[in-house]
């Protein structure tokens, strides 16, 4: 549960920090993959640098799979997603203006991620959950107002560790009743609606374990169908009930979600 909580407010206060970054393409070196360019700066390791587009790479493939979207084929040329590599934590904190905690962060619309060599949970937790977000964004664009719990949910399920503890932890809220409704869930619409970090730890993972529900309950082309109708401005509500036809509403999946946890 400890381990929820720290990752739960990483996450919050990444909302209220990421729209301030700018970057800063002058000084950096650069090396190019398939669908990502890697800004460093000199004395940088180069294994470092490897390791940053091999994992990069194979977060790309596995998201793209989860959402249906590997035929689209994104980010390939200019469009391809930008990742910045401070030298150490001070140089990334100055330049990107983030908390003491911070290991990365992401601005979505622009496809830029920033970090520094060997930050706690970069790999594992930060790079996965970011390129979560920017993939999903990409394909349903900025336009849709879509609940903060399903795109957390999409960026978080990219967590391996989060999404299989998730089942665990939403288990030991309903045996304390202290689930939140889906109407509670919905009226979470930014960092600011968290009121503390219990909350926070509710919210995360209730919206992991029903995105989960969702991707494997059902067959897997279903959900690049559910994304397509959002692309399209279609509402959640609406989305749901065109992909998946048993399922009326988010009110609907919510019950479903739950019945499954029951059994």
């Given amino acids: 549960m400890k381990l929820l909580r720290i990752f739960c407010l990483t996450i919050v ?11 800063l393409d002058k000084d950096f070196k650069e090396e190019r993959s398939t669908h990502f360019i890697v800004y460093y700066k000199e004395g940088i390791d180069r294994d470092f640098i490897e390791d940053i587009i091999d994992a990069a790479e194979g977060y790309y493939e596995e998201i793209a799979d989860d959402l249906g979207y590997r035929r689209y084929n994104f980010w390939l040329w200019d469009e391809r997603a930008h990742i910045y590599i401070f030298p150490d934590k001070t140089s990334y904190q100055k330049e990107t203006r983030q908390p003491d905690w911070s290991g990365g962060c992401a601005s979505y619309r622009d496809k830029k991620i920033w970090t520094y060599p060997h930050a706690a949970g970069f790999f594992d937790s930060i790079l996965p959950h970011e390129l979560g977000h920017i993939i999903f964004r990409e394909f349903v664009g900025f336009k849709n107002e879509i609940p903060l719990w399903f795109e957390e949910g999409i960026a978080s ?26 109407e509670e869930l919905s009226n979470i619409k ?24 969702l991707m ?22 609406e989305a749901l009930r065109k992909t998946y036809f048993n399922i009326k509403n988010t009110e609907d999946l919510y019950k479903q979600w739950l019945k499954s946890l029951n059994r």
Avoid: G, P
């Avoid at 932890?169 to 939140?180: T, Y």
């Fill in 13 to 23: 206060t990444t909302l209220l920090f990421c729209f301030f970054i700018y970057a």
């Fill in 190 to 213: 930014n960092a600011h609606d968290i009121v503390n970090s219990e909350i926070a730890e509710i919210f995360y993972a209730q919206a992991v374990s029903i995105v989960y529900f």
């Fill in 216 to 237: 494997n309950k059902f067959e897997e082309y279903r959900f690049a169908i559910l994304c397509k109708s959002l692309r399209e401005n279609k509402s959640l509500d």
């Fill in 157 to 182: 399920y990219q967590e391996k560790s989060k999404r299989y503890a998730a089942k665990s932890i939403v288990e030991s809220f309903i045996s304390e009743d202290k689930l939140l409704t889906m």
